[in-house]
């Protein structure tokens, strides 16, 4: 069975960093690309950005909101993908998905999720 | 960046009834798109990617279509189980972005 467990969320300060941390199981890891995603508190959903597996050298893309703050890493070794959030926003509050990708005709789309964890950016 | 819009962002349906959910592309992107379904306090699910190809598990009542520039979602007899909210994804290029989200209520 397939299980991403995220930790690491709470409540910081602006200006202030956090690290979550996503355990994976259940599938290869070490071929998967891994994304996060965010969900505001009663909005949509935002894709943050992407690691990609060691075959396309972990390789990071990010979405313009975070790109230079946020930074995705990851640890084969112990099936983890990483979040790591400086410079922290109040509208970087939000629920926090880790997400597995799946391949598509040479793509990768978000195919397995996490239950979230919540980050709150607040003073 | 491609914008994705849903429409409508609402609906009202009954059990029973045929429902459809369109997504619309700023710029094309081949047939790279993905459906979801979100239920309160949970995470999303994946229905639908590829824009035509079910997920393994996922009802037969859940289709989707199109390819270009223009997908729809479509739920035939509508369950109880099936009030949610409906996102679309494209994952052609990045940044990858969702659309709007669709929410389907009980009428």
């Known amino acids: 069975e397939v299980q991403l467990v995220e930790s690491g969320g709470g409540l910081v300060q602006p200006g202030g960093s956090l690290r979550l941390s996503c355990a994976a199981s259940g599938f290869t890891f070490s071929d998967r690309y891994m994304d996060w995603v965010r969900q505001a508190p009663g909005k949509g959903l935002e894709w943050v950005g992407r690691s990609r597996n060691k075959a396309n050298s972990y390789t990071t893309e990010y979405a313009a909101s975070v790109k230079g703050r946020f930074i995705i890493s990851r640890d084969d070794s112990k099936n983890s993908v990483y979040l790591q959030m400086n410079g922290l926003k109040t509208e970087d509050t939000a629920v926090y998905y880790c997400?597995?990708?799946?391949?598509?005709?040479?793509?990768?789309?978000?195919?397995?999720w996490g239950r979230g964890t919540l980050v709150t950016v607040s003073s | 960046d491609i914008q994705m819009t849903q429409s409508p962002s609402s609906l009202s349906a009954s059990v029973g009834d045929r429902v459809i959910v369109t997504c619309r592309a700023s710029?094309?992107?081949?047939?790279?798109l993905v459906w979801f379904q979100q239920k309160p306090g949970k995470a999303p699910k994946s229905l639908i990617y590829?824009?035509?190809n079910l997920q393994s598990g996922v009802p037969s009542r859940f289709s989707g279509s199109g390819s270009g520039t223009d997908f729809t979602l479509t739920i035939t007899s509508l369950q109880p189980e099936d009030f949610a909210t409906y996102y679309c994804q494209h994952f052609n290029s990045y940044p990858l972005t969702f659309g709007g989200g669709t929410t389907v209520e009980i009428k």
């Open positions: 997400v597995g990708a799946a391949r598509y005709s040479g793509h990768y789309f978000s195919d397995y």
């Open positions: 710029q094309g992107i081949s047939n790279y």
């Open positions: 590829g824009a035509s």
